[in-house]
T-cell receptor, first 111, second 115 residues
Framework: KQEVTQIPAALSVPEGENLVLNCSFT??????LQWFRQDPGKGLTSLLL?????REQTSGRLNASLDKSSGRSTLYIAASQPGDSATYLC??????????FGTGTSLTVIP | EAGVAQSPRYKIIEKRQSVAFWCNPI?????LYWYQQILGQGPKLLIQ????????DSQLPKDRFSAERLKGVDSTLKIQPAKLEDSAVYLC?????????????FGPGTRLLVL
């Protein structure tokens, strides 16, 4: 069974810093990996999706990388802002189109 | 394009009571998912529908949880009887088989508190 782990569980940084969130998964037979953002009391918003054949995806200040063979992904956030404060979830999609989620990293950006 | 709708947004019940949640997916999305998210954890898949058929319900506690998706559109998730450990956010998501490996779109969730 696929297991997804995210480190760190919580992170607090001053505004303007660059930061990296980590995600690891145990089964490399995935279709894609996705990073989501979750704000308190709200659903999940997709940030970046990386297909299994891709190495990275970029959107604005966000860059996600995927190393399928080692079962790792990172989400890089450049020049962090207070509005980036949220929980970031990593999820992998298996061959049955089912998502397995990590436990998330709670990010606080201090003004 | 309207998003995934869920109701109610909040529900407080006592243990051993019954509760039902409703989800309306994005129009045209054939695949519908129900997730349970306990505080401090990531979402856990409970059940996946393709149209009105069940694709995966391996993590659904079938002794107390049930779900249906009549006519392949709306879906309801029921808990009967509820236990304290069922307190969680229940998220509904949908996706289109035309992009089967693409993203799922999530609703705002129903926050359940069992006392």
């Amino acid at each position: 069974k696929q297991e997804v782990t995210q480190i760190p569980a919580a992170l607090s940084v001053p505004e303007g810093e660059n930061l990296v969130l980590n995600c690891s998964f145990t089964d490399s037979a995935i279709y894609n990996l996705q990073w989501f953002r979750q704000d308190p009391g709200k659903g999940l918003t997709s940030l970046l999706l990386i297909q299994s054949s891709q190495r990275e995806q970029t959107s604005g200040r966000l860059n996600a990388s995927l190393d399928k063979s080692s079962g790792r992904s990172t989400l890089y956030i450049a020049a962090s802002q207070p509005g980036d404060s949220a929980t970031y979830l990593c999820a992998v999609m298996n061959t049955g189109n089912q998502f397995y989620f990590g436990t998330g990293t709670s990010l606080t950006v201090i003004p | 394009e309207a998003g995934v709708a869920q109701s109610p947004r909040y529900k407080i019940i006592e243990k051993r009571q019954s509760v039902a949640f409703w989800c309306n997916p994005i129009s045209g999305h054939a695949t519908l998912y129900w997730y349970q998210q306990i505080l401090g954890q990531g979402p856990k898949l409970l059940i996946q529908f393709q149209n009105n058929g069940v694709v995966d319900d391996s993590q659904l506690p079938k002794d107390r949880f049930s779900a249906e998706r009549l006519k392949g559109v709306d879906s309801t998730l029921k808990i009967q009887p509820a236990k304290l450990e069922d307190s969680a956010v229940y998220l509904c998501a949908s996706s289109t088989p035309l992009a089967a490996q693409e993203t799922q779109y999530f609703g705002p969730g129903t926050r359940l508190l069992v006392l």
